[in-house]
């Protein structure tokens, strides 16, 4: 039998793969959402500022922003977990990106005012074939009973080269 | 949700000219607008065009340069609302209730993308939108949405 893998190789490995995708995309960066990680489930958080603001007078978050941030989920976790596999058999080329899925379609539902405070958002791949992927992805701030925003989304997946 | 109020006008005292200077000021007070570098280009009867410039920070595939549609989001999101709160049923404010876009092709990197959203309908407090996404080719739309906006009324209106 062979030997289990330390878990400090593990965790490095998942980490820098992660970051990679993450940090590569400069709009994630600009808008600042982060990617919180527990084995594969991963939860986006978007840390307050002021310019992400839509209406200065309640004030709330821009609808757009919210939008932005439940897209970028949705991408992150279908791009994280059809890579998994590929990544924990140690596949991964390390400086080179796997191409992103593409934004076919996104219907979001604005259920509650979006706070001038952090939000969190996680994903749920509900289909991935080889080629269409159909996603759902829940926002929410405070408390997790109370969702502010969810969306659904398709996407075109990437073509790979061994497809 | 995506909200918008403006302050009561008196509608008799002032011109079209005013109105869109007023609906440009207040769109362009919205600090993520703002950040975005959107602007307005037309309003009135329900019809608004918002433009926002290409920026390197809005990228979302690196190899492209192709803006994220996330991007596009905030600027359809934005229009949508414009388009309501130029109706001339003079409502006092609007929120996003859904907002679905359709990605038809990606926007040519290095060109303005500019929105175009028409308010088609409105009942007593729900607006209905539709709305395109252009950038320097106008014969094939980026993007499209459709979405339903809340129509708030003046009391008493």
């Not at chain 1, 489930?41 to 939008?67: F, K, Q, S």
């Not at chain 1, 990544?87 to 080179?96: F, I, Q, R, S």
């Not at chain 1, 001038?116 to 991935?128: H, I, K, L, T």
């Not at chain 2, 939108?129 to 080719?137: E, G, P, S, Y």
Request: hydrophobic share 40%; with cysteine; aromatic share 6%.
């Amino acid at each position: 039998m062979r030997k289990p893998e330390p878990v400090q190789v593990i965790k490095t490995r998942r980490d820098a793969a992660l970051r990679g995708l993450v940090e590569s995309v400069p709009y994630i960066q600009y808008l600042g959402v982060q990617f919180d990680r527990r084995g594969d489930e991963l939860t986006a958080v978007l840390p307050y500022r002021e310019d992400l603001i839509g209406n200065p007078l309640l004030p709330a978050i821009h609808g757009g922003v919210t939008a932005a941030f439940l897209e970028i989920t949705s991408i992150i976790e279908l791009t994280w977990s059809s890579q998994w596999a590929d990544m924990e058999e140690g596949k991964l080329a390390g400086d080179t990106l796997p191409p992103m899925p593409k934004t076919i379609d996104f219907t979001v539902d604005y259920l509650r005012t979006g706070l001038p405070r952090d939000a969190y958002a996680r994903a749920r791949v509900n289909r991935s074939g080889r080629r269409y992927a159909s996603v759902h992805v829940e926002a929410w701030q405070d408390n997790h009973d109370r969702i502010f925003a969810q969306a659904t989304g398709h996407f075109l997946m990437p073509t790979r080269d061994d497809g | 949700m995506a909200t918008a109020k403006k302050a009561a006008t008196d509608d008799g005292m002032i011109t079209q000219n005013d109105r869109i200077k007023l609906a440009r000021q207040f769109i362009e007070a919205i600090p993520h607008s703002r950040a975005l570098g959107m602007r307005l280009e037309e309003i009135g009867d329900g019809i608004a065009i918002i433009s926002m410039p290409y920026d390197e920070r809005l990228v979302g595939n690196p190899a492209t340069g192709v803006i994220h549609g996330g991007a596009v989001s905030a600027l359809m999101d934005t229009c949508g609302g414009a388009a309501v709160m130029s109706h001339g049923d003079a409502p006092v404010g609007t929120a996003t209730i859904d907002l679905r876009i359709d990605y038809m092709r990606a926007a040519t990197p290095g060109q303005r993308i500019r929105a175009r959203a028409e308010c088609y309908h409105v009942t007593r407090s729900v607006a209905f939108v539709r709305a395109t996404a252009l950038d320097d080719d106008d014969d094939n739309p980026v993007a499209a949405a459709t979405g339903a906006f809340t129509f708030q009324r003046a009391k008493g209106a």
